[in-house]
């Protein structure tokens, strides 16, 4: 019989992961709105624009992984409570910027505390819980997550309409004060021996190399152009560097940042993590493309243009904790794998749309798509986070959050590149950034390419489902996980 004080402890732990899990997300998102205001109080052009979200998702991205294994060598807890010091002094030097360069230098410090605390708040989480209950616990993590991403737009609308853009970063100061003093008040943790490991610096350095030029390219590809100078040669830096960083990590073996036995020899997390990164990149570009397509071919203001997109996040947040619950009890499997078919064929359908859809269809693709992600993101983060020792976790934890943030751009990237095909890159520039519409844009361009897009993305869902089959029947607990007898 679990005792009182245990129960309570695993569910405060949850409370405490599950705003970090949420603050992430929600501050890459609640600058999207308020960046045109942002841009013309600070005097800031397009390109310089373009940095502000982007400085943010880059730099968390790139640590992500390397504070996982930071936090399995030296422990969660001061990584987290670090995090969030490191996030609430780069909002208040957000909120004071006087310039386009000081306000993405402190985006800079923001990501970095964001990647130190998203990269433990799910391994604090399954640290606490035991298998049995594991699933459901995620799970309202993974609905903290969904409320962050879609809070975000509306919040920031709030805000800066209210007390001006500086209020979308004061908002997270007292938030992160509180999580950092109720962490360091309720959150245990078994000290660690001196010397359990070195970290490994150079595997860390090729790794945030890579990423942050890959990201980079993907990010100004098409504002740049795909065959300029600059982007080759952020790609080339992304290749060089990850071949870099695959053999340090193969000379070190246990020492390295990612022990490449993980991919090589485990099977479900493996294959886990791909599905995530397919997911995210099939679907996390849906909501800016509908929203400029309901704004500006369907004539919706801007309030019910929100509306209508809640109809994703809200089925997400309702049904994540349900298929946590569920996985618990049938394995991830068949619930992941049909999740990702759902979503499969909401992309078809959300393809069908044109000039003369209706709302309600709109809404019933979003739901669709919704049930899906509900589906998949609880029971796969479940597998991959149970099918680890437990000196693993933060690795884990860190992997899945990178394949989040990767998948995410790289949905970005595809959609915009495909619309462009259709129309052109002005239209690309206005769709990512709210900037007015070129002259000579006919609806028809934008709707073709935003069908082609969808496709596409469907695509990638479908790809995403079969390595999700792939992860085979959930293997034994490993043995530094199992519950004592």
């Known amino acids: 019989m679990e005792r009182r004080d245990e129960r309570s402890y695993k569910w405060m732990v949850l409370l405490i992961a599950s705003i970090g899990s ?51 060598l030296r422990g969660r807890k001061p990584i987290y409570i670090a995090g969030f010091g490191m996030f609430v002094l780069g909002s208040f030097l957000c909120s004071v910027s006087q310039s386009g360069e000081q306000l993405i230098a402190s985006r800079i410090v923001q990501g970095a505390g964001a990647a130190f605390f998203m990269a433990t708040s799910t391994a604090l989480i399954t640290d606490a819980f035991p298998p049995r209950e594991r ?5 309202i993590n993974a609905m903290s997550v969904y409320i962050g991403l879609s809070l975000g737009p509306p919040l920031g609308a709030l805000l800066t309409g209210e007390l001006g853009w500086p209020a979308i970063f004061w908002v997270n100061i007292p938030i992160g004060v509180a999580v950092m003093l109720l962490a360091h008040w309720k959150i245990r943790e078994a000290p660690r021996p001196r ?43 992304a290749l060089v560097s990850f071949l870099a960083f695959v053999a340090t990590e193969r000379r070190l073996g246990p020492r390295a940042v990612f022990q490449l036995s993980l991919v090589t020899r485990n099977r479900l997390f493996a294959s886990a993590n791909l599905s995530a990164l397919l997911n995210y990149a099939s679907y996390f570009g849906v909501s800016f493309i509908i929203s400029f397509y309901m704004q500006r071919v369907l004539g919706y203001d801007l309030g019910l243009t929100g509306l209508v997109l809640l109809s994703m996040p809200i089925i997400m947040s309702v049904l994540s904790p349900v298929s946590g619950w569920l996985s618990d009890r049938v394995g991830s499997r068949a619930l992941a794998s049909g999740g990702m078919l759902i979503i499969t064929a909401g992309l078809l359908l959300m393809s069908t749309l044109d000039a003369g859809s209706s709302t309600a269809e709109i809404v019933a693709f979003l739901a669709l798509l919704g ?56 239209l690309v520039s206005a769709l990512f950034m709210g900037a007015p ?10 709707v073709r390419g935003m069908a082609l897009a969808f496709r596409v993305a469907a695509g990638i869902a479908l790809v995403g489902a079969l390595t999700s089959l792939a992860r085979g029947p959930t293997p034994p607990c490993p043995p530094d996980r199992r519950p004592a007898a």
């Open 437 to 446: 519409l070129p002259p000579g844009t006919v609806d028809e361009d934008f």
């Open 135 to 139: 699933g459901k616990a995620l799970g």
């Open 195 to 237: 010397g359990e490991g070195r970290f490994d610096l150079l595997g860390a350095i090729t790794f945030a190399a890579a990423l942050i030029g890959f990201l980079v390219a993907l990010t100004f590809g098409e504002s740049w152009g795909w065959a300029s100078g600059a982007i080759l040669g952020l790609l080339a830096v």
């Open 22 to 72: 949420l603050m992430g997300p929600l501050d890459s998102t609640i600058v999207s709105v308020s960046l045109p205001i942002i841009s013309q109080e600070l005097g800031m052009g397009y390109t310089t624009s373009v940095w502000v979200p982007t400085a943010y998702l880059v730099v968390t991205a790139a640590l992500l992984l390397t504070v996982g294994r930071l936090s399995d």
């Open 371 to 426: 049930l899906g992600m509900g589906l998949f993101s609880s029971p796969n983060t479940s597998a991959i986070m149970g099918c680890v020792e437990r000196t693993q976790l933060g690795v884990a934890s860190g992997t899945l959050s990178t394949m989040r943030t990767v998948g995410q751009s790289l949905s970005l990237a595809i959609m915009g590149a495909l619309i462009a095909t259709a129309s052109s890159t002005a």
